[in-house]
């Protein structure tokens, strides 16, 4: 029988107490895979969203220069209500934030159309907790566009709403602020994702409405959830595993940049609740420097961080030798 690295896997879970899952082979998940039903109106948007973005990217060299700069200032905000709101503050509660900050993150996360909060904490608990399982809404077992987007083309397979049926969400419910992005979300994305990113672009400079939409509105759209994607698809496949080689989430350098510092994978998989999601502090992650500011503020507090010996003796233990500190102790 080959040697399959696959078979090796764990599902490290801190985010619920949980065990190590069992091992299910490749073969035997599609064998009780029930068939794909496609949503073809997802199907529809989604290629509409990267054609229109194709015809932004030709628009660039004709769009006023204040144009690309707001542009760039949309994807980062979008990108971090993404990264500081929906990941690291709800879905891992690896901080906690106080009402103004929690408001701003809110606002910033609808520009992003990633779902209302709520639901993506949801899938994100689930993913942490059954990774690589059928009951892993983008299971990256099942291919790399699976993970990627394809995972929003198609119903979901029915593991992800039974196992997902019993992640505790109560504490997401008795944020009034996250109850009110739910009940408004469709108006909250068409103020802050779409009439914003073409007004202002048009009232402040005269930039035309049309490239307006077309570039700080859909392409910058288009571009954030394909970072966001990476993490799910890319990050889970192409790169080191200093922390943890029995998981499938890597540490990728192209994912680093474009998700604003979410893509030390294995080091968020192996140590969810750092607030930080890697022990490199600033260094690419505009996230953790954006938090930081906050709690200077005191607006962000309880920030949970790994200390540097627990991580080294981890990296020690089950890294694939990856690891600066590892590497510097074998060669002394
Ligand atoms: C988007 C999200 O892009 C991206 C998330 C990426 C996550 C990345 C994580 C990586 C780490 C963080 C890094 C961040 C980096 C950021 C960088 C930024 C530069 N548990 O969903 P439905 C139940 S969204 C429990 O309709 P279908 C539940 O009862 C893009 N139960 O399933 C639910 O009812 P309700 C824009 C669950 O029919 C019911 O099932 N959005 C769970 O199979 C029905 O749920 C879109 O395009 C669960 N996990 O449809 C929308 N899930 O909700 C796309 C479901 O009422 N979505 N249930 O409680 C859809 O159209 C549909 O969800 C579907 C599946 C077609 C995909
Ligand atoms: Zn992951
Ligand atoms: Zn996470």
Redesign the pocket.
């Known amino acids: 029988v080959a040697f399959d690295p696959l078979e090796l896997q764990t599902n490290d879970d801190h985010v619920n107490a949980g065990g190590i899952a069992p091992v299910v082979t490749e073969a035997t998940h599609e064998q009780k895979r029930p068939p794909r039903r496609i949503?073809w109106r997802?199907v529809v948007?989604?290629t509409l969203l990267h054609a229109y973005s194709l015809w932004g990217i030709i628009c660039i060299p004709w769009a006023h220069p204040l144009t690309w700069l707001f542009t760039i200032f949309l994807?980062t905000a979008s990108?971090i209500g993404?990264?500081a709101g929906a990941?690291r503050l709800w879905a891992h509660r690896s901080y906690k934030a106080k009402l103004p900050m929690r408001i701003i993150l809110t606002m910033m996360n609808s520009m992003?159309?990633?779902?209302d909060i709520i639901?993506?904490a949801?899938?994100?608990r689930?993913?942490h907790k059954y990774s690589e399982t059928d009951a892993d809404?983008?299971n990256a077992r099942r291919g790399f566009f699976f993970s990627h987007i394809g995972?929003?083309?198609?119903?979901?397979h029915p593991d992800?709403?039974d196992k997902?049926?019993n992640?505790d969400l109560s504490d997401l419910y008795a944020d009034p602020v996250l109850r009110f992005q739910r009940k408004y979300y469709v108006p909250s994305v068409l103020l802050m994702c779409f009439l914003i990113p073409t007004l202002v672009p048009h009232f402040l400079w005269g930039e035309s409405l049309w490239y307006a939409f077309l570039i700080p509105g859909l392409l910058r759209l288009c571009a954030?959830?394909n970072?966001?994607?990476m993490?799910?698809s890319v990050a889970h496949m192409k790169g080191d595993k200093p922390y943890n080689k029995f998981i499938n989430p890597v540490e990728n350098i192209f994912v680093i940049f474009?998700?604003?510092g979410?893509g030390f994978?294995n080091y968020?998989h192996t140590f969810p609740h750092d607030y930080s999601t890697s022990e490199f502090g600033w260094k690419f992650n505009l996230t953790t420097f954006f938090i930081d500011c906050f709690a200077k503020m005191g607006l962000a507090t309880d920030r949970r961080k790994m200390p540097y010996n627990l991580v080294f003796r981890r990296a020690l233990k089950t890294g694939d030798g990856s690891h600066h500190g590892v590497q510097k102790h074998l060669q002394e």
């Open positions: 949503v997802n948007l989604f994807y990108a993404v990264t990941h992003a159309l990633q779902n639901e993506w949801r899938d994100h689930v993913h809404p983008h995972w929003l083309l198609v119903r979901k992800v709403k997902g049926k992640i954030t959830l970072a966001t994607w993490v799910n474009g998700a604003v979410e994978h968020h």
